[in-house]
């Protein structure tokens, strides 16, 4: 089982590194390939597919661990949790992300899901009684600003659409990122004892019953080819799983604002990916601009000062302000901001 709360071990320095860098990889390499499945399949078809997919995956790794089988059963049990987390981090956040895709192309959705810790940090204010320093708040408004201006000032993907498209593209991934900086303190509230290999299977099953719902109602899955679905397939169980399984255990690490931090990374990758492939112009010194904007106010958001010092020697441990914000953390705690 996981502790509860972020992970402090001395493995973390090597661990936490290694699982950040993978899943940035993974993450960059899948919106990418997401940009090419949207252009000719719906979005709510891959989102379900990808979904299922990575539902198996999980499911059967985890099938081929006795030692997690009490763990799944205690994660599968808490249904009102479960069902939550897969609304939150697979109906709202695959739909709105890849409708927006599907609108404004992967490396605008890409900077807009990078202000997933400045969204996390302002939901951890609003509903977790997190502090707000001055710095953090021009921080988190300047990343926005940034994302927008970047997102919106080249014009539509397509090079055809009009700007009513682009601003609902926008929009689309801004809902899907907000719902998934709910979904980190979600999950760790209510699955910070149940390690992610066992509590996954239930929330992506969970999540592959919504999205298989509305894509039958919603999406003429006749008209998908098989040759579709297997890349579909391929991005839920080589790429999707792999993410659910780092990001998770990086939550239960180092908590959500850290994890949501990570992802700044992956427009630079996501940009250099579709430049690789052919699919965009190298980027250009305004795009650059707004990227180094968004860097520094998601900086901002997330950086930790130096805590203060003990205002008197005398003073133990436990009663400093410094040393209490070092200790652990529960499932039902925030997370503190330092500023």
């Given amino acids: 089982m996981s502790p509860a709360g972020p992970r402090a071990g001395r493995d973390d320095r090597l661990v936490v590194p290694v699982l950040s860098c993978l899943m940035v990889l993974l993450l960059a390499t899948g919106w990418v390939v997401s940009g090419k499945l949207v252009s000719d399949t719906p979005p709510l078809a891959v989102a379900a597919g990808r979904t299922a997919a990575s539902f198996v995956a999980i499911s059967a790794l985890s099938a081929l661990r006795p030692r997690t089988w009490p763990a799944i059963r205690a994660g599968a049990g808490r249904w009102r949790a479960v069902a939550l987390l897969a609304f939150l981090g697979f109906f709202a956040y695959y739909t709105g992300t890849l409708l927006g895709v599907d609108r404004i192309g992967a490396s605008r959705v890409g900077l807009v899901v990078s202000l997933l810790p400045c969204l996390t940090f302002a939901i951890g204010i609003v509903a977790f009684r997190e502090q707000a320093g001055l710095r953090k708040v021009v921080g988190a408004v300047l990343a926005v ?34 719902a998934y900086a709910l979904y980190g303190y979600v999950y760790r509230q209510h699955m910070s004892d149940v390690p992610p290999i066992a509590a996954l299977p239930a929330v992506t099953g969970a999540g592959t019953a919504m999205l298989g719902l509305a894509a039958v109602v919603l999406v003429p899955l006749g008209t998908i080819s098989a040759g579709q679905w297997a890349g579909v397939a391929a991005l839920g169980a080589v790429l999707t799983a792999p993410v659910f399984l780092l990001s998770h255990e990086l939550i239960l690490r180092k908590g959500p604002l850290f994890t949501s931090a990570v992802a700044l990374t992956v427009p630079f990758l996501v940009r250099l990916g579709e430049w690789a492939w052919g699919e965009a112009p190298a980027p250009g010194p305004v795009d650059f601009l707004f990227l180094v904007l968004c860097a520094v106010g998601v900086w901002m958001t997330v950086a930790a000062t130096p805590p203060a010092p003990a205002a008197t020697p005398a003073a133990t441990p436990a009663a400093t302000p410094a040393a209490a914000d070092h200790q652990p953390l529960s499932p039902a705690e925030p997370e503190r901001s330092t500023s």
Avoid at 151 to 157: F, I, K, M, V, Y
Wanted: charged content about 5%.
């Fill in 145 to 178: 600003a940034a994302a927008l201006g970047y997102a919106l000032g080249e014009g539509p993907a397509d090079g055809g659409a009009g700007g009513g498209v682009l601003v609902t593209g926008v929009l689309f991934a801004l809902a899907g990122t907000f």
